[in-house]
């Protein structure tokens, strides 16, 4: 296979903690030598001047939508729009249609991934048939069929005795079950958080309670489990320290955090632009701050996406009625940059938790510039301009409160397994 | 300076309120004469776009734009739902498409006449939308409010019910605050909504603190069959702690008078005799909304039309 030669870019490689300007070479789809004056003899060239050369983002919270939503995301885009954001692994979770709460399906994600997705893409089954929050599904088979962690997702498994038994269940095969918490009856109508803004707009609001008690009820059941328990895209100030309080007493729970969340708020809202709905809503500042700060500290090991792609069709509806969701990869890493600039997180601290800490969770490889390493390598430019339009990048959707915006940060190139799958100038290049 | 779509009490300045009532003074006049009609809007459009059923305020603006010689058209879609129909916004393209000079829109979601006026090029006047505003409803309150007590800034208005639904308290809070009242709300707490305070109101959980002192007591219609269970126990309980009456209207000023938007449930936010008789206005204020809809229309739909098409705001 080829050899790539990146040139004369940071490396950052938050495994060793090894930051100093470098090349990387890559030959026969791992990393074949680190440092300074690479011979680029043979090697495809890419230019990472004033960029950053970090190991492959990991993307712990996707929606891909194939099967049955393709009109919104299929496994070939969204795995195109995730290289183009730097992403070389993506997990995706079951809510298809059918839901992937079978090897089979499993197995048919993984083979069109193989076939479409420059990314490699990591099934996230179903944790309970159907999604329906009932009966559990056959874990066994789906880890031996390739999925990586077990979630109803936005279908929150409200019943706790379920819920129990589940991450009792899990122990079994060794991978996290992620919840996505929010109590349903608490969040009722609710479709922005709630607070001056909904009262503002008049629109129901979703009390950070809502998520804050669920995440509590399921730390409790982590802790009397022993199960690894994954929180997905915290929101709330009180979630933040009731993850920290958890941590500190030895509960097996790790959690992610999303670009949104990170960097908007709820005032996004005040022009009934549905782009901007999404669940858990965006919050308030002091919400948001406390994220950062969780995300800064360690108490929030990751940042993940939750890219979930919806037709335009569906976004023009009434705010009560349009599907929640945006669209992440492609503006991810500009996104959360700003926590660089601001001085909360240094650049190997910020790779770590695109990288190093997701590929953990999953127990996937990744995450590491070490030799021998499957070469999945990000080329990021921190400092690039330029203007996001949704329209011209590689989803098949556009809802991102992101359009049209001014955006600092752009990834220049990526390699997964070796091979150069994106590059800026170029666009997508297999499969 | 008013802009070029009614959206909400919010967007407007106390100078544009101001102009409005004016402007309503005389479209009163109008309405007293045997020939209510003036030819003022001839040959334009206006669009009485409705989602949600209304008689009363549909009935207003029909009125108020007939009075004015407009063409007036009632359009009610059937509601949105996932799937099933058009979507709000193709259904703003087509009736752009058929050029009217002015949208009335009423919707049960708040911000459907905001998206809508982002995508159309004639004047959007928002008829209510969800719990948001109705921004009419407030111009003919405050209007009533002038009319009976000679100002507003100063006096001190309650606003008593279910405030987290209203549309119709949240576009009088920020009215008569713009007009120099002081607000207070009122009701249940499960009907006062997360940080209220921030809009500039004073909230009381005990009717008779609220109704201290106060110029204006205006009830809100409560929402029986969706509400009850959830956001107060019972009808006889909320008559009992919040339905206005002889009794407790003594708690306000001697001269306070009493407002409904309407309809009322009779016995459940107001007393029967309140409901018919003074110090209640409630007719006085359905009689000034027409008033205010001519001002409104004339305002909004009556100004030049622009040049050729440059393509719209889509």
Same mark, same amino acid.
């Given at each position: 296979m080829a050899r790539v030669l990146i040139r004369g870019g940071r490396l950052l490689d938050p495994s060793t903690g090894r930051d100093e300007p470098g090349d990387l070479l890559a030959h026969d789809g791992a990393i074949e030598a680190v440092g300074q004056g690479l011979d680029a003899r043979g090697a495809e060239v890419v230019d990472a001047e004033g960029a950053w050369i970090a190991p492959g983002f990991v993307d712990l919270h996707t929606h891909l939508r194939e099967p049955g939503q393709e009109y919104k995301e299929d496994i070939a885009s969204g795995g195109r729009s995730a290289v183009a954001g730097g992403f070389t692994a993506v997990a995706c979770m079951a809510n298809t249609q059918p839901v992937n709460d079978d090897p089979a399906m499993t197995d048919f994600i993984l083979d069109r991934a193989a076939h479409d997705s420059p990314a490699r893409v990591y099934p996230v089954a179903a944790a309970t048939r159907g999604q329906q929050g009932e009966v559990m599904t056959e874990m066994s088979a789906l880890v031996a069929a390739g999925a990586v962690a077990f979630s109803d997702d936005g279908r929150t498994i409200m019943d706790a005795g379920v819920m129990r038994r589940v991450l009792q269940y899990s122990t079994l095969v060794h991978v996290p079950v992620i919840s996505h918490c929010e109590d349903r009856h608490l969040v009722g109508a609710g479709v922005v958080n709630e607070g001056p803004i909904s009262t503002r707009l008049g629109l129901p609001g979703n009390p950070a309670i809502a998520e804050t008690l669920h995440v509590i009820r399921d730390i409790e059941l982590a802790s009397l489990t022993g199960a690894h328990l994954h929180v997905a895209h915290v929101s709330t100030a009180d979630a933040v320290d009731a993850i920290r309080h958890a941590r500190e007493r030895g509960v097996s729970v790790t959690a992610e955090v999303t670009p949104h969340h990170l960097t908007l708020t709820d005032e996004e809202a005040l022009g009934y632009?549905? $782009? *901007? +709905? /999404?669940a858990p809503p965006l919050r308030s500042a002091a919400d948001r701050q406390a994220c950062r700060a969780g995300l800064a500290d360690g108490t929030l090991d990751a940042i993940a996406t939750d890219h979930a792609p919806h037709a335009q069709h569906e976004k023009d509806q009434e705010f009560t009625l349009a599907p929640p969701g945006m669209i992440g990869f492609e503006t991810a890493a500009a996104a959360v940059l700003d926590l660089v600039r601001q001085d909360e997180l240094t650049p190997l601290e910020l790779v770590r938790r695109l990288s190093t800490n997701p590929a953990r969770i999953l127990r996937r490889p990744g995450g590491s510039l070490g030799i021998g390493e499957p070469a999945d390598v990000t080329v990021l430019d921190p400092d690039r301009r330029w203007i996001y339009d949704p329209a011209k990048g590689w989803s098949k959707s556009r809802n991102s409160p992101w359009a049209g915006r001014e955006l600092q940060g752009r990834v220049v190139a990526t390699l997964v397994g070796g091979r150069l799958v994106y590059h800026v100038d170029r666009g997508v290049l297999v499969p | 300076m008013i802009g070029s779509d009614l959206l909400g009490i919010e967007h407007l300045e106390r100078s544009d309120i101001e102009r409005i009532l004016d402007t309503a003074d005389h479209m009163r006049e109008i309405g007293e004469r %045997? /020939? +209510? +009609? @003036?030819? *003022? !809007?001839?040959?334009r459009t206006v669009v009485n776009l409705f989602f949600e059923a209304s008689t009363r305020t549909r009935a207003s603006f029909e009125i108020a734009g007939k009075r004015l010689s407009a063409d007036v058209v009632n359009f009610s879609p059937q509601g949105s739902s996932m799937g099933k129909s058009e979507s709000i916004l193709d259904t703003a393209r087509t009736l752009d498409a058929m050029d009217p000079d002015a949208v009335v829109v009423r919707h049960s979601t708040a911000g459907v006449p905001k998206r809508i006026a982002d995508v159309l090029a004639a004047p959007v006047i928002n008829a209510g939308d969800g719990a948001h505003e109705h921004p009419t409803q407030a111009l003919l309150d405050m209007y009533t409010v002038r009319q009976q007590k000679g100002r507003i800034d100063g006096l001190t208005v309650t606003i008593v019910g279910d405030? @987290?639904? $209203?549309r119709v308290a949240r576009s009088n809070i920020q009215g008569f605050l713009k007009m120099g009242a002081e607000v207070r709300v009122a009701a249940p707490p499960p009907m006062i909504p997360a940080? /209220? %305070? *921030? !809009?500039g109101v004073k909230a009381f959980t005990v009717l008779r603190e609220a109704l201290d002192g106060a110029d204006v007591v205006m009830a809100l219609r409560i929402q029986n069959e969706r509400l009850m269970g959830s956001y107060f126990p019972s009808v006889r309980e909320y008559s009992a702690t919040f339905g206005i009456d002889r009794a407790k209207l003594h708690y306000a000023k001697d001269d306070a008078i009493v407002m409904h938007p309407g309809p009322v449930n009779r016995g459940v936010e107001l007393s029967h005799d309140l409901t018919d008789d003074r110090p209640s206005v409630i007719l006085d204020q359905v009689r000034n909304g027409v008033a205010i809809r001519m001002a409104v229309l004339y305002l909004f739909a009556g100004r030049p039309r622009s040049g050729p098409d440059d393509g719209g705001k889509l």
């Open positions: 632009d549905t $782009s *901007t +709905k /999404v | %045997e /020939v +209510k +009609k @003036v030819p *003022t !809007l001839r040959g405030i @987290v639904h $209203s940080a /209220v %305070e *921030t !809009l």
